[in-house]
């Protein structure tokens, strides 16, 4: 007879510690198995590449490391979730699975309701947990933001792993061959997976990193050392949201850096907020979340996408950040705010045409904040005010000596300071006179003249009949309405923050 078992089903929660899923299987009695599975169709689609791959990887093996004295593991699976749950309950009398809700993108949601229509049929219990205060079924935010406080303020998930009492299966479905030898590299320049390493880079903030958050925020090059650098650990669930904010707000540091802590603090907020979006709107990914803007016609150059994509437009500010996150897997959050910007405003490209595009690139990539924030930056949710961020103002505002710039962009890096933001009104005396050589290209279109076209069309579109419709209903679901004490808060300038 085949024994009863429980299973844990690893999605992107990569930690051992403050794990709901972990904790119930221990705190249920029946021993159990956790798993994590690497699906062919997942990884296939357009918006995963080897570098989130190779990260979860190697979070799984780290875990598997500190497992072992428990005589356990995270089983890992090559196949499609149906057929190893099929595998697990032959194997097995399976009882309960226990994950985390996941507010993934659509083929996610279809995979979810599939598998459990497959636990109903064999009488599965899923037990799905709440993740970091993203509610599921929500018809309003009215009450979210404080449930949310409620939620990070929790007492953190404390519990003894105990020693499994059965032999783990054989693994038909193992990581193995090409796919095996991929995931074991990892590009030098990616921030190290794993839950130790959250841990180190948060330590690092408050220790002293932090001090200057709120100063280098939007630099391109100090913002690489002073922000948090913990979202690739939060996105794969290396470290919670609720173990980040009580770890920031207990430090001894908190005081003295008040505001850079407070900043990074409000940003954990946002950071589920867009996630909270997401989980109830999930078309982000595949139309425009205001539907009147699906009217809007762009153009589409291929060739100007192209550039955008390899990092070369012309606009150096442009290209060093498109080759420093192919690179490295981060850039700050202006600077993405930019390359969609430039794409959609100034390439006048529908955002579909770069969402996968950074989506790849972004090791810390998280579905929930990913596409609410690629819209709100290309202005299409009809809400929210529409930023065009100009490459050259960008430039010389966040990265006035091209420090940044020639690092990423060696071919300007004997251009003079007084060119490097705008290399091509370099005339022939002034490349004579310097001795510069520039094999760089120049302008992929005319920044003023294009920027005009593009606040036309947008702003000529946001007041359309559709368009504004579609607010209200937006305004009904994603924001929180305000209490008539806290609408005059706001009006008096003395709303609570």
Known sequence: ????????????????RDNEPLRQAEKDGLDYLAIYIFEPSMMAYPDTSLRHLQFVYHSLEEMNANLKQYDRSVMIFHGETERIFSYLHKTYTLKKVFSYQESGINLTWERDKAIAKYFKQNRIEWMECQRDGIQRGINNRDTWDNQWYEKVNQEILEFQFS???????????????????????????????????AWKYLRSFCEQRGKNYNRHISKPLESRKSCGRISPYLAWGNISIRQVFQFVRSHKNYHLYKRSFDGLLTRLHWHCHFIQKFEVECAYETRCINRGYEAMAHTNDPKLITAWEKGNTGFPLVDACMRCLKETGWINFRMRAMLVSVLCHHFDCDWREGMYHLARYFLDYEPGIHYPQFQMQAGTTGVNMIRMYNPVKQSKDHDPNGVFIKK????????????????????????????????????????????RRAKEKIWGFKKTPKVRAENRRIVEVHVRTKSKKEKEARVNGKEKK
């Open 1 to 16: 007879m085949n024994k009863n078992l429980n299973i844990v089903w690893h999605k992107r929660d990569l930690r051992l």
């Open 163 to 197: 020693p499994a009492t059965f032999q783990a299966p054989e693994n038909p479905f193992p990581v193995r061959g090409e796919l095996e030898d991929q995931l074991i590299e990892y590009g030098p320049s990616f921030q190290k997976p794993g839950e130790a390493y």
């Open 408 to 451: 990423w962009v060696p071919e300007l890096r004997d251009v003079p300071v007084e060119f490097i933001h705008e290399p091509w009104t370099m005339t022939a005396l002034d490349i004579a006179f310097n001795k510069v050589q520039i094999n760089y290209p120049a302008p992929v279109v005319d920044l003023v003249e294009s920027g």
